[in-house]
């Protein structure tokens, strides 16, 4: 049977599967390798247009006005959340993205306002809308795929399963980025026939969706409360439900802890990658293929983690383990960001900071959502996959508006744009360098509470799951 060896390759770096139970979860792999695979190929292109559209140094405002329009639309998603069968969701949200996608890909053809005009300029609204468009979807999508996975898995099943689905996420990562951001250099062709590919990606979520539903048993669709476990009293839902859960758990107050500590640090490192980019590669499509071929480096790191057995530290040494290990690796990053600041180690570092979340801390983070509620699943995993993550951008890109400030104290000729992208990085550009240095400072003292945090997560999570009791 084709499956027996997969099964045993399974078993020796996750764990045993039962065949149902494997099925659930390759299956769930597949649909997350398609969420992937089009996020990581729109992801270097929210970069990459936004530049070309607006200007690279309006990054950390783009950060700031997806976080103002992000609210809104998690209000929507917990409303849905309330009318709509979890699967149903899928489909909504899936045909909205699909034909938005279809609507930004017809002004990015239009010579007007669109990709041919090559004037970049924070008056031109399509790369603002495009920015926040991508945003979003990374964030609403995902947040939609783990509710569902969390919701139909118990934690011992999610200990090998979750970090499975990760792995087969990460093909859709590789292969996305790597095929369709070199088609514009390949056949010079518009970026934009690469945002029309990936609205018909969008839409095929839906029949996968569908074929999942109808391939896994009933008995494998049944998560940690279901199974029995201690129910906290029913809260009449609210559309803000989510939102005053989370402060009024300090359970929850944590996991957003996490979250925002590592987003914060990371939305920094790349926003220094990206301005470094976009000085020393100025062709568009040649641009895109470099932003590209980091977005395949990323998930195929993430993809050898995994395959090599990273999540054996999880299910052996624990979750309170994996978790403090991310502070300490981050630790490390910080180092590399101070004292080798230059292209090739800040492509390096946004690799492996970016392997090692997906493969050792996503899937150990995610797990944490087991011990709760339905409401705390879906409503406020939204909220802080969404409107926290996108929170804790909006500081790290406080932070990076500083440097504009920075550079201004090497002399009045570095008001001009210009002349501040020709000459940033060099001997000159003093300010720089000092806005790195107080960035790293400060992250070292955001790394040593996020050790604390990680602990009480970690021990409180056990501690639940032990005793067969919801935490919030």
């Given amino acids: 049977m084709l499956l027996e ?7 020796w770096i996750f764990g045993e599967f039962e065949p149902e139970e494997l099925k659930k979860f390759i299956l769930l792999g597949i ?32 950060k700031w006005l997806s976080l103002v329009v992000v609210f809104p639309l ?13 699967h149903v969701l899928f489909y909504v949200l899936s045909a909205a993205y699909g034909t938005v996608a279809l609507l930004l ?17 924070p008056s031109r609204i399509l790369g603002w809308v495009w920015y926040v468009f991508v945003e979003s979807f990374g964030s609403l999508i ?28 990460q093909i859709g990562g590789m292969a996305g980025p790597f095929f369709l951001t070199k088609i514009p250099m390949m056949y010079n062709i518009s970026n934009a026939y690469v945002i029309l590919i990936c609205a018909g990606l969008i839409f095929l979520i839906i029949p996968l969706v569908k074929f ?37 758990q ?27 980019v976009d000085v020393q590669v100025p062709d568009k499509a040649i641009k895109l293929a470099y932003l590209g071929d980091y977005a395949t480096y990323a998930n195929t790191a993430t993809f050898l983690c995994l395959l090599f057995g990273i999540s054996n530290i999880q299910r052996k040494l624990g979750l309170t383990t994996a978790l403090t290990l991310m502070p300490l690796m981050v630790a490390v990053a910080v180092g590399v960001f101070k004292f080798y600041t230059a292209l090739q180690p800040l492509f390096w570092l946004m690799v492996a900071s970016k392997a090692v979340n997906y493969a050792l801390n996503s899937p150990t983070q995610k797990q944490l959502y087991i011990p709760t509620t339905k409401d705390v ?51 000159a550009d003093k300010g720089t360098f000092w806005h790195i240095a107080l960035s790293s400072y400060l992250f070292l003292g955001i790394i040593g509470f996020w050790v604390f945090v990680a602990l009480y997560l970690g021990r409180t999570y056990q501690k639940h799951v032990d005793e067969n009791k919801v935490v919030c």
Avoid at 5 to 11: A, D, E, Q, Y
Avoid at 105 to 121: I, K, R
Avoid at 214 to 220: D, G
């Fill in 212 to 248: 999942f539903l109808t391939q896994v048993p009933k008995e494998q669709m049944v998560g940690f409360s279901e199974k029995g476990h201690a129910k906290q009293e029913e809260v009449e839902p609210g559309f803000l439900e989510g939102l005053r859960l989370i402060f009024s």
């Fill in 142 to 169: 995902i947040a939609l795929f783990w509710a569902f996975a969390t919701d139909i898995t118990v934690a011992e099943s999610a200990k090998k399963g979750f970090s499975l689905v990760v792995m087969l996420g």
């Fill in 5 to 11: 060896p997969v099964k045993n390759l399974f078993k």
């Fill in 250 to 276: 300090p359970y929850l107050l944590g996991i957003v802890g996490i979250i925002s500590f590592y987003e914060i640090i990371v939305t920094v490192f790349d926003y220094y990658f990206k301005v470094m």
């Fill in 74 to 86: 998690v209000i929507i998603y917990s409303k849905l959340v309330e009318m709509l069968p979890r």
């Fill in 31 to 62: 649909i997350f390798a398609l969420i992937i695979g089009i996020y990581w190929t729109l992801r270097p292109m929210k970069d990459s247009l936004f530049q070309d559209i607006v200007g690279a140094t309006y990054q950390p405002r783009a």
């Fill in 105 to 121: 890909t017809w002004f990015m053809f239009d010579p007007q306002v669109g990709l041919a005009n090559l004037n970049a300029d």
């Fill in 377 to 427: 699943r879906y409503k406020s995993q939204a909220w802080i996959e969404t409107f926290g993550s996108r929170g804790s951008k909006a500081v790290g890109s406080g932070i990076n508006d500083l440097h504009k400030n920075a550079l201004l104290t090497n002399g009045p000729d570095w008001a001009s744009r210009d002349f501040a992208k020709a000459h940033m990085f060099t001997g």
